[in-house]
């Protein structure tokens, strides 16, 4: 029969425990539920009115997220609406330099066949059977070169240099009628 009176007994204590913590975690939660006009605190406190603000911030953020751009352009570049000279000729640049561009070839009669391709400003002498950015050459024939890539055959022809815009080409040509004399 005793130990019948100590299983309750330990119920009955763990219940009471229970119920003590319950009351003070409800005291401490009233206690720091308001910050009292003397804290310390009281200067970090969130008035409703910046609360009120941020939650505006977060809520155009999250709207900013799933908005789809229909531009080409990226909207947050700082610079879309003037572009300067320099501007459009390193664009051009880029370009050019990020292009893999068949330069020329030489087929001699006897000898070996060689191809310039120019890639990342660098222009190098390729042989058949040379490794290069796009594959293993294959042939090398007059204008054009063939090339192997992961089990595809390609074939580059002779490029020429793409154009200059049209805004760069006018200022270059005004520079020019600028330094002529006008006797």
């Known amino acids: 029969m005793e130990k019948k009176y100590l299983k309750d007994f330990v119920i009955a204590l763990i219940v009471i425990l229970f119920i003590s913590f319950g009351i003070k975690n409800y005291n401490l939660y009233n206690k720091v539920k308001e910050i009292p006009s003397e804290s310390k605190y009281r200067k970090i406190a969130l008035s ?10 977060e809520k155009s953020i999250k709207d900013r997220k799933q908005f789809v751009f229909t531009v ?6 700082q610079n879309l609406i003037v572009k300067t000279i320099k501007d459009l000729e390193k664009q051009w640049r880029e370009e050019v330099e990020n292009m893999i561009r068949l330069e020329s070839t030489i087929v001699p009669e006897k000898g070996k066949k060689r191809a310039a391709i ?65 006797w």
């Open 118 to 182: 120019s890639y990342k400003g660098k222009t190098i002498i390729y042989t058949i059977g040379d490794e290069f950015v796009s594959g293993k050459i294959i042939d090398i024939r007059e204008g054009e070169l063939t090339y192997l890539n992961h089990g595809q055959t390609g074939i580059l022809k002779l490029q020429k240099l793409p154009e200059k815009p049209k805004e760069i080409l006018q200022t270059t040509k005004k520079s020019k009628k600028s330094r002529e004399y006008n």
């Open 48 to 57: 409703e009115q910046l609360l009120v603000q941020i939650h505006n911030i």
């Open 72 to 77: 080409t352009k990226d909207p947050l570049e």
